[in-house]
């Protein structure tokens, strides 16, 4: 408690109280509520561009720009301007200037070597940019997504459809663009294969004989005119005419899905595949696999030779010695997507990714360190901590994980076939509850809810009356009653341990994320209609949105405090537009929320946890961890009381502020009164 001011009455004036700012959590003040933590580092890199002065660019998903000056060894990101930071695409002119076509907005210019950036949307008819190239003359060429391609004279001023001639056979979603030694240029296109322009874009041909896939993503030309493509699924074409015709050349490439091609000096092509880098050294004849075990999204090479791949997820890689091998080098490349955040007792904070599965940081996410030994499925879902301290970890893959040793080391536990874990949460008798949740790559059905009496030894599945078994969310009350949130089918509940379940709610609903605060009330965060809030055990629910701008909701906390913090994605509406994401609180229990989003640069949240000091943590799609620069704390509240020893010069002022852990700014205020 700390002493303040009460309203005061005396000899005519008034004096009285009230808190005019809070140094944690509340928009009075001019601190960042948010500050990004250094990682967890690696991520989603889509292209590479590189100068001649060696400085490496890397465009990712969700986090923009990134910049190395020092050959891969350390990141930084350059963003300022960059409202988009889904980069598709990346190209450099004779000047230096960089281009960067992005997923929603268009391409992006930089003048000062990545340092700031300006729309160059002047024309552009479609947004979606997923290629771009240059010729020797500076003519820019943007590929986008439904409607083929566009040109620029005056360094991406404007632009206008480089097709005047309206070629009879149009060019739709262009993934691809290379141009060679005479000039003509080739667009890949997904499901119509190859196009060629002889006249600097004024008109295309298709050429696909002997192209028998014309799902067309990646091109690459040597020195001697040969073109090769790379298509998804039908592995690597080549044409030694110009186009004119194609052959298969796949001997030893074992994966066929080819999202990049590369070309060194001596000849050496590079196949990015969704699983490995391939080589060939005889233009094309047979392969061989030289590492990366992850899925490769592009590839880029230096003057030196040395190669980057850039991956779904891990980051990049670079091979100094014609990729014999690879060192990860994502030191500042802060893009991996926190699908899961869970701490324990001691604050360690733990994160469940994308590509890595766990990141373990035990200084407040000042440093980051991967935890992955045992654990070998690449995509962690859901993290949950036992009493005992013991760790599990959920994965997309269908398996669970536990941890003895703070994640030192993983051991994976016997289940019975699951789909994807989405969710896990632990009782007070530290039994563990599983959800499991439609597999869409695989055409699967989900499992349901698991149960393990025994320390995840053993699992028995408990699906009595849950009627929909994609099981995206779960939580726990005091009581031990079990909320299972599904995808499209609302919320179920069992009040006997799993044993049998009911619907409780709308039965539409896709539900995402629980929480359940110390009174007993249930929050339901959804897909689409934002949250709902049960104050009777999940019998009736009732919309809780007031405020709430974004509806995708993805996360939800409560602290001790009773405030709710609601984290939400960004999500497509349709192909081209966006909607972002960001972070609410809510002070009265779900009635009203503002956003609280200062400091958040990537508003994409997949993951909210909050520590035993009240500081919350943000897991972003694209942007690591986010922490609170303040614990949340309860709002504070003042008490008031009567002011005593009053003289004609002095008065002793009475009154309590409860802060709550935060630091309560008072305002005095001194005025006459009404007579």
Known sequence: ???????????????????????????????????????????????????????????????????????????????????DRYVQSLAINNSGHIFAGMELNGVFRSTDNGSSWVPAILGLTNLTVRALAINPAGRIFAGTYSEGVFCSENNGASWLPCDTTKTPIPIPQVEALAINAAEYIFAGSYGDGVFRSINNGKSWFQINSGLNNTKVV??????????????????????????????????????????????????????????????????????????????????????????????????????????????KVNTGLTNTAILALALNKNGHIFAGSYGDPVFRSTDNGKAWTLANNGLFDPEVGALAINSLGQIFAGTLEREIFRSDDNGASWRQLITPTMTSVLALAINARDEIFAGTGDDIFEGTV?????????????????????????????????????FAGTGGGGVFRSTNNGNSWAAVGRANLSVTA????????????????????????????????????????????????????????????????FEGGGIFRSEDNGQSWTAVESGLTNNSVLSLALNDSGYIFAGTFGGGVFRSTETTGAAPTATTKSATNISATSVTLNGEVNANNLTAVVKFQYGRTAS
């Open 514 to 577: 629980l929480a359940i605060n110390d009174s007993g009330h249930v929050f339901a965060g959804t897909l689409v209609e934002g949250i709902f809030r049960s104050k009777d055990n999940g019998m009736s629910w009732e919309p809780a949105n007031r405020g709430l701008t974004k509806t995708d909701i993805r996360a939800l906390a409560i602290n001790k405090g009773g405030i709710i913090f609601a984290g939400a994605s960004n999500k497509y509406i349709f192909i081209g537009t």
């Open 446 to 482: 989900g499992s349901g809810i698991f149960r393990s009496t025994n320390n995840g030894n053993s699992w028995t599945q408990i699906n009595t009356g849950l009627t929909k078994t994609d099981v995206r969310s779960l939580a726990i009350n005091k009581s031990g009653h079990i």
């Open 218 to 327: 990646s091109i690459a030309i040597n020195a001697s005119g040969q073109i090769f493509v790379g298509t998804d699924g039908g592995g690597v074409f080549r044409s030694l005419d110009n186009g004119n015709n194609w052959t298969p050349v796949n001997n030893g490439l074992a994966n066929l899905s080819v999202a990049s091609l590369a070309i060194n000096k001596s000849g050496n092509i590079f196949a990015a595949t969704g699983y490995r880098v391939f080589r060939s050294i005889n233009n094309g004849d047979s392969w061989t696999a030289i590492g990366v075990d992850y899925d490769i999204l592009t590839l880029g090479i230096n003057n030196s030779g040395h190669i980057f791949a850039g991956t779904s997820g891990v980051g990049v890689f670079r091979s100094t010695n014609n990729g014999d091998y690879w060192t």
């Open 1 to 83: 408690m700390s002493k303040a001011i009460g309203e005061i009455r005396t000899a005519g004036f008034i004096l009285s109280l009230s808190i005019l700012g809070l140094s944690a959590g509340h928009e009075a003040v001019a601190q960042d509520f948010w500050q990004q933590t250094n990682g967890p580092n690696g991520g989603f890199v889509r292209a590479f561009v590189m100068k001649a002065n060696g400085d490496i660019f890397a465009g990712t998903i969700g986090g923009g720009v990134f910049r190395s000056t020092n050959n891969g060894d350390a990141w930084s990101p350059v963003n300022n301007g960059l409202n």
